[in-house]
T-cell receptor, first 113, second 111 residues
Framework: ETGVTQSPTHLIKTRGQQVTLRCSSQSGHNTVSWYQQALGQGPQFIFQYYREEENGRGNFPPRFSGLQFPNYSSELNVNALELDDSALYLC????????????FGNGTRLTVT | TQLLEQSPQFLSIQEGENLTVYCNSSSVFSSLQWYRQEPGEGPVLLVTVVTGGEVKKLKRLTFQFGDARKDSSLHITAAQPGDTGLYLCAGRKDSNYQLIWGAGTKLIIKP
């Protein structure tokens, strides 16, 4: 089976710019979640998508937005980048079942200067 | 406010020693998961516990869910350098499917 893949692996942006991060789900998984992980911290839930609709959102401002496509791949968009947005962004796919394990990609390391 | 508190935040021990890390909360969780994350990679699921008092073993790793389902522990016997990583606990409440994450315990096993 194909695992979760994320692109790009690393990215450097300037404050105020916009960024799009991409994620391909593991085959057979219909749910995708995005997380922000600051250095030395646990993942912080951004939002989850199921059947192309947002299905839960964490404490992130509206400039964080996403999409899920019919093939269950997903994008995370961040507008008006701020220095504090520098982090590892993780995508995880799963089935929409209680206690279904999350399968993570290796993340995109975003640096905002 | 961190709903799941992990301790210690950092632990560095010699190969062969035993260790226990903790995941505590004042809230009740319907289930709790433990993940290990290595540098440059995403977290990988180790175990899911769902029943109060449940104990699960994965080779040298023993996971326990508290009776009241508010806390959990991970015990490693005879730690090896390959156990090095960030250990994360994550819990689900009944009200939704979203995971609540702890900040992790960074574990270093020195040869």
């Amino acid at each position: 089976e194909t695992g979760v893949t994320q692109s790009p692996t690393h990215l450097i942006k300037t404050r105020g710019q916009q960024v799009t991060l991409r994620c391909s789900s593991q085959s057979g998984h219909n749910t995708v979640s995005w997380y922000q992980q600051a250095l030395g911290q646990g993942p912080q839930f951004i939002f989850q998508y199921y059947r192309e609709e947002e299905n839960g959102r964490g404490n992130f401002p509206p400039r964080f937005s996403g999409l899920q496509f019919p093939n269950y791949s997903s994008e995370l968009n961040v507008n008006a980048l701020e220095l504090d947005d520098s982090a590892l962004y993780l995508c995880a796919s799963s089935l929409r079942l209680a206690n279904s394990p999350l399968h993570f990609g290796n993340g995109t390391r975003l640096t905002v200067t | 406010t961190q709903l799941l508190e992990q301790s210690p935040q950092f632990l560095s021990i010699q190969e062969g020693e035993n260790l226990t890390v903790y995941c505590n909360s004042s809230s009740v969780f319907s289930s709790l998961q433990w993940y290990r994350q290595e540098p440059g990679e995403g977290p990988v699921l180790l175990v899911t516990v769902v029943t109060g008092g449940e104990v699960k073993k994965l080779k040298r790793l023993t996971f326990q869910f508290g009776d009241a389902r508010k806390d959990s522990s991970l015990h490693i016997t005879a730690a090896q350098p390959g156990d090095t990583g960030l250990y994360l606990c994550a819990g689900r409440k009944d009200s939704n499917y979203q995971l609540i994450w702890g900040a992790g315990t960074k574990l270093i096993i020195k040869p």
